[in-house]
């Protein structure tokens, strides 16, 4: 599937070539989705988004981890001085936390992968509709990202397309708030 569409890909890109003397010069641009998903400001909001969002209860899940780690500690020093009862109550007790512990990790698991597809897919969406808009003001014909295997460095727009992305989180951003007023100094005579 994938083989078949690069050669489609490079039978179009050909044939256009082909055609170019007939025309203007064809203009061609490559991007670096990954470095465009790593480095913008948005992939940094998200990240720092899903790590505020998921921390409460990161830091649940370890509590509760250490809670059974340190009866599992107890039980294994004073396993050999409880009574049979004591035994099979702790046991008991050890059993379902892990339990529960687990049912807990995995939806967690589960709820971060959720949000965080989600919102992979708003910033793939964002870094598009950005990638399109340059070539769109840009003049360019045609801009390639994945699958490429070489281009020269002359067709990179990456780092322009960056900047644009870097420019709509500034503008986006909510203006920081003016510091408050220092009171005035008492009129001297």
């Known amino acids: 599937m994938k083989r078949?569409?690069?050669i489609s890909v490079a039978g179009l890109l050909a044939g256009a070539l082909a055609i170019a003397p007939a025309q203007?010069?064809?203009?061609i641009g490559v991007v670096n989705a990954a470095r465009l998903l790593q480095e913008s400001p948005q992939a940094k909001a998200v990240q720092d988004a899903l790590r505020s969002e998921f921390a409460p209860k990161q830091?649940?899940?370890a509590s509760l981890q250490a809670t059974?780690?340190?009866k599992q500690d107890k039980y294994e020093k004073d396993g050999s001085t409880m009574s049979a009862e004591q035994r099979t109550r702790t046991e008991k007790e050890l059993r379902d936390g892990n339990r529960d512990y687990s049912q807990k990790l995995n939806d967690f698991q589960e709820d971060a992968n959720t949000r965080q597809n989600e919102e992979l897919s708003r910033l793939q969406?964002?870094?598009v509709a950005e990638v399109q808009s340059y070539a769109l003001t840009q003049k360019f014909d045609l801009v390639l990202t994945e699958g490429v295997v070489y281009a020269n460095n002359s067709l990179d727009v990456t780092a322009a397309v960056l900047a644009g992305l870097q420019a709509r989180a500034a503008a986006s951003a909510p203006a920081p708030k003016p510091a408050a007023?220092?009171?005035a100094a008492p009129a001297t005579k």
Request: charged content about 25%; proline content about 5%; hydrophobic content about 60%.
């Open 68 to 70: 059974l780690k340190a």
């Open 125 to 127: 969406s964002a870094i």
């Open 24 to 27: 203007a010069e064809i203009k």
């Open 4 to 6: 078949s569409w690069i």
């Open 59 to 61: 830091r649940e899940l």
């Open 181 to 183: 007023a220092a009171p």
